[in-house]
């Protein structure tokens, strides 16, 4: 005697067989044509018979990740395994405590719609990966609106569920992909800003690695079912990596509503502060090394950029010592990882100007300089939104007279140096070396320089400088509030 569940895989497997009896295509291909030729159901054929007319309203939302300061991130997951595959990595994600999005082709649940029910039984989101699994960018218009359409259809008619985004097998996307999931009413086109590549067959220590270097505040991670049996074994690196920097993996959904809308460049306050400036020459300049006072305050300063786990690493030393203090950014850093900086905001610390390509300033053209200079602060400013610490501190600390003539002419009159430094950027300084360096030089007033560099000594020594200068009863002040 059948159980129930047989009953209705097999009452489920007439059904669709008799849909793909009756498939039609949108293009004169035939059954046999090109293998990204759409397959479209029966019930859909007098649909498919009327013309669709390109939309031409605002387009979708690209969302390859997402503005955020929070310590969260998305794994995601395209196309559908089979059953027995499909079963592994729901238990791997249940054992981590995980709740992933899965963007799955619309025939593949039409076919098993047990596994899609089951991925929403345990907690998971469900989103649409097309109909027949396409790279969409390579059909018209037409074609790609009935993909997305009626992928949208057998999902929500098997599951219940009404997918709210759309991505393409590969995750590329185009205008017209765009505006058709507009006009369906599709909340966003997904893309990925953590490709580990698991195509290339790689193992599930190298696929975890990968992520772990790049994983990000924000980040969409992308894997894929029906291609490696490694993403499986992988879940486990992953949720290591991310357990180990503090960061929480979460849905899809979930992470764009705690995200926010980030204002283009023109309509922050402060973006146009910084600009270019020919007439350079007699401009005034200040470099400030520390402050002249008799209080025992000092500035701690950070420079340069990082990974995600170094950086993090740092600001919850700093939170759990209740300080504040500035980091000089490099803007190519952060025009990758916006949200990185953000976070630093938000946080408390200010967030100040080390250039963008972190080139020597005095190798460089007045031209150069100042382009430099105020691509920096654009940078910064919308990846903060909002204006940036008006500081300049020069890469390397190297500045002459002319130099600082050319920053201070583009917007930046205080150019920030120290009086406190270790040579922590060098890894062949130890923690040890650091500590000792940071408490031989500190007085009144010091600015202490440290850095934000992966594979560097600094977060190892600061939870111990920063215990050390206290005993010494120094407070610790924003560069701004100690100067000013």
Request: charged share 25%; glycine share 6%; aromatic share 6%.
């Amino acid at each position: 005697m059948r159980s129930n569940h047989t009953l209705q895989c097999r009452n489920s497997l007439i059904r669709y067989m008799a849909l793909f009896l009756s498939l039609i295509l949108l293009t004169s291909c035939g059954m046999l044509g090109s293998s990204n030729s759409p397959v479209v159901p029966a019930e859909s054929q007098e649909q498919g018979e009327r013309k669709i007319e390109r939309y031409t309203g605002e387009k979708s939302r690209i969302i390859s990740s997402v503005y955020t300061a929070r310590k969260e991130l998305s794994l995601t997951f395209n196309g559908m395994g089979d059953a027995a595959t499909m079963e592994r990595l729901l238990n791997e994600l249940d054992k981590y405590g995980i709740k992933a999005t899965f963007f799955l082709p619309g025939m593949r649940v039409a076919e098993e719609p047990d596994i899609a029910k089951s991925i929403i039984e345990r907690g998971h989101e469900i989103e649409n990966n097309t109909l027949n699994h396409l790279d969409l960018t390579k059909l018209d218009y037409e074609q790609i609106y009935k993909e997305i359409q009626l992928a949208n259809e057998v999902i929500e008619r098997e599951t219940g569920v009404s997918p709210k985004y759309i991505r393409t097998k590969s995750g590329d996307y185009s205008d017209d992909i765009r505006l058709a999931a507009a006009q369906l009413g599709m909340e966003g086109v997904v893309s990925y800003s953590i490709n580990p590549k698991d195509r290339d067959m790689k193992g599930a220590k190298e696929i975890g690695e990968y992520v772990a270097r790049y994983m990000s505040r924000g980040g969409v991670i992308t894997l894929n079912t029906d291609i490696n049996p490694e993403i499986v074994p992988a879940v486990g690196f992953i949720a290591e990596a991310a357990e180990e920097i503090g960061y929480r993996l979460i849905t899809l959904d979930e992470l764009v509503k705690n995200g926010g809308e980030r204002k283009p460049l023109e309509e922050i306050s402060g973006f146009d502060a910084a600009q270019l400036n020919p007439d350079y020459e007699g401009t005034p300049y200040e470099l400030i090394y520390k402050a002249d006072t008799k209080k025992k305050e000092i500035a701690l300063t950070f420079d340069d950029w990082a990974t995600d786990k170094t950086v993090t690493r740092i600001l919850d030393i700093l939170a759990e010592h209740d300080i504040q203090v500035t980091f000089f950014l490099r803007a190519q850093g952060v025009e990758q990882n916006p949200n990185l900086a953000r976070a630093m905001i938000e946080e408390g610390h200010d967030v100040a100007n080390h250039s963008y390509a972190h080139q020597v300033v005095t190798t460089l053209t007045p031209e150069q300089l100042q382009e430099d200079v105020v691509k920096a602060h654009r940078v910064i400013t919308e990846a903060i939104q909002e204006q940036p610490l008006m500081l300049y501190r020069p890469p390397t600390g190297v500045i002459d007279h002319k130099s600082a003539e050319i920053i201070a002419a583009a917007g930046y009159p205080r150019i920030a140096m120290y009086d406190v430094t270790t040579l922590d950027w060098n890894d062949s300084n130890s923690a040890e070396d650091i500590v000792n360096g940071v408490m031989k030089q500190t007085q009144n007033g010091s600015v202490i320089l440290l850095h934000i560099l992966d594979g560097i000594h600094t977060a190892e020594a600061l939870p111990t400088v920063l215990e050390q200068l206290k005993e010494k009863g120094y407070t610790f002040v924003k560069m701004k509030d100690l100067i000013e």
